[in-house]
């Protein structure tokens, strides 16, 4: 029997929102940011209108980020930023409701899956809102051949979150989560001119900055950009330049962690999924992956190929929309959200 409705991916992501529409790609990739009134907690903007007004707007007005880390940090705030998304995309009628796959991070508790789910089908989801782990959805969307008895890794590199996973037959093999993307990368920039520069700017200035000449490595040739901001001393504004080297040097305890995740996520593989990772190559993806040099440290520090996805950020999105057709297979091969809860308990119970 066809179904009746839309089927929508969404890239539920801490900096970014990504919608893929089964049959029509990406429709909608804006920002994870809400506009509220303070008065009466009313939304007044959401995603790119939102973001314009970041360090922009009145006191009356607060603009926040409702995802953290890859987790729902505010639940109304995302319930009602799902809602915005979902009925531009599946329209306002209320009889057919689309049928969804949300990314989630590999590592979320059962409870935080639960709260994913719940604000999901609260926004407009047919129930029930399918749950698809990130670094899964987001090999489906590099067209890795997750579904063959092979292993393939992946490093999905987010606003708030890294993911690194070795995958085979639509299962996760071994897996790691790290509290580090691009947003972090962002702060560490903003600190570093602070510190070293005496020019505080805004998270917008330094995430310009980071796609500027932001980079990994050490460039072959040391290039610079300008960047405007308040002098911490004087109050007054004040440009200044900025090299490539000193972002580098700004940013590399981030890098680090990213290295980490992925030397974790290979030092528990099994040796014949692993061999089969060194054949093939790891695949990064997410918007993490598009900073200068990641893949040359990430190549340098596992001894293991390392391929860029194309369209990188899109990934996920458009993985969570073609894991519908997958949906029986996926739900074999990863624990259920009961599953998670029990052996979260289990591991309470066991204590440190």
Known sequence: MAFLGK?????????????CEYGRGIVVDEPAVVAIAERDSTVVAVGDEARAMIGRHPGSISVVRPMRDGVIADYLITEAMLRYFISRVAGRTRFIRPEVA???PVGVTGVEQRAVRDAAE???????AHLI????AAAIGAE???GSPRGHMVIDIGGGRTEAAVISMFGIVSAESARVGGDDLDDAIA???RRRHNLIIGERTAEELKIAIGSAIPLEEDTTASVRGRDQITGLPRTITVRSSEITSAIQEQVAAIVGAARAVLERTPPELASDVIDRGIVVTGGGALLRGLDTILMHETNVPVHVADDPRLCVALGAGASLDYLEVIARAIPTEEESLVAEGRATLRGP
């Open 144 to 146: 890795i051949p997750v």
């Open 191 to 193: 600190h570093y001119v």
């Open 7 to 19: 089927r929508i991916g969404i890239d539920l992501g801490t900096a970014s929102i990504l919608v």
């Open 102 to 104: 949300i990314s989630v």
């Open 133 to 136: 782990p990130e670094p899964l």
């Open 122 to 128: 609260a926004a407009g989801a047919r129930r029930p």
